[in-house]
């Protein structure tokens, strides 16, 4: 099988969904207190200006939806007249925000607002600029990256924006490391296992242990060679680790910048790396079953796992900031991308 000229398109296409997805979560959190004002959900169009903004909130609206007007137009890429993927695009953008303002009319916590519109607008319009302008650049190096780096395996481009949404779990420093599928807290639910240090640790261990496997397995499936995948798997990794040392530092306290590197955490590492290493060789099936079934272990285990006294302390110092969002998003992300992933690794293995 080789690789598809279709495959940036396709690419670009997970990668505006994933983002839509990320900006309607990130609009709407907390999802809760909704109710009827008696107000047209269209009414802020005609509002003044706001009483309370910032320059920061301004740059943010329009920071925001840069990615969406890019990956849109990227997206859009192949429709006729050079002008028509831009021009959607941005079209889009402004469509998504102005929905999503309406919406906002019934939630307590949120207030609908024109200058939020056209900020969000102008951030998809400089979006849609930019990949308009370095769009047929960015096609050529993602296929020549792919055709090098990316083996022919079916939906890749989906593998790759899995990936990228993996390293949101991490940024959640108040949850087990790499521990992702934690469904408890949509429906109400406690550990079953009564906490204890060695039990703890040992649940830990298995958690990190097991998702450690199944990413590094993901990850080696998707590398064209066994050369390539012994380089970027590591770093991947390393990556991950990364970006859960600079969560806890700037999130909670830069005194607590390692302080998911627990004696579990620490026994998971060593025991997932290891086990990685030698996973790496098997054949792709074998890999992928086991990529299957390590995501499934990790996934029950984390749903058994007792509450954990730092990560309460942890979420507690974290809701003293202006990040109650966006640690919605990314637990969002932690508990759903188990069973967004499942299905990939099935369709993989059937063909």
Do not use: K
């Not at 009414?43 to 939806?65: C, I, K, M």
């Amino acid at each position: 099988m080789t690789r598809s000229g279709h495959a940036p398109i396709l690419l670009a296409r997970y990668l505006a969904l994933a983002w839509c997805g990320l900006v309607v979560y990130g609009s709407l959190h907390p999802f809760s207190g909704w109710r009827d004002t008696g107000i047209s959900p269209w009414a802020f169009l005609e509002g003044g200006w706001p009483r309370y903004w910032t320059v920061f909130d301004l740059l943010a609206n329009v920071a925001v939806y840069v990615p969406l007007g890019f990956f849109l137009t990227l997206a859009l890429h192949r429709l006729p007249w050079r002008f028509t993927a831009p021009i959607l695009a941005c079209l889009l953008s402004a469509g998504v925000s102005g929905g999503l303002e309406a919406i906002q009319t019934w939630l307590p916590s949120r207030v609908p607002s024109n200058l939020d519109l056209a900020c969000n607008t102008l951030g998809g319009l400089l979006g849609a600029l930019w990949a308009h302008a370095v769009g047929p650049r960015v096609f050529a190096r993602i296929t020549a990256l792919e055709h090098r780096l990316i083996a022919p395996v079916p939906h890749a481009e989906l593998g790759l924006t899995l990936l990228g949404l993996w390293l949101l779990v991490p940024l959640s420093p108040e949850t087990l490391l790499f521990g992702a599928g934690d469904v408890r807290q949509i429906f109400g639910l406690t550990g079953a296992v009564p906490f204890a240090a060695e039990s703890f640790m040992l649940i830990e261990a298995s958690v990190t242990a097991f998702n450690l496997l199944a990413v590094g397995l993901i990850a080696r499936q998707l590398c064209a060679r066994a050369s390539i995948a012994y380089a970027v798997v590591p770093l991947f990794i390393l990556c991950a680790l990364i970006v859960a040392t600079l969560a806890a530092a700037i999130l909670i306290a830069p005194a607590e910048a390692l302080a998911w590197l627990t004696p579990g955490a620490r026994l998971g590492l060593l025991v997932g790396g290891g086990g990685l290493a030698f996973a790496m060789l098997l054949p792709p099936t074998p890999r992928l079953m086991l990529a299957a079934l390590s995501l499934m272990a990790g996934t029950v285990l984390v749903n058994l796992a007792p509450p954990n006294p730092y990560s309460i302390a942890a979420l507690a110092t974290w809701r003293q900031g202006h990040f109650l969002n966006f640690n919605g998003l990314t637990r969002l992300v932690a508990t759903l991308w188990p069973f967004l992933t499942l299905p990939f690794l099935f369709l993989t293995a059937r063909r």
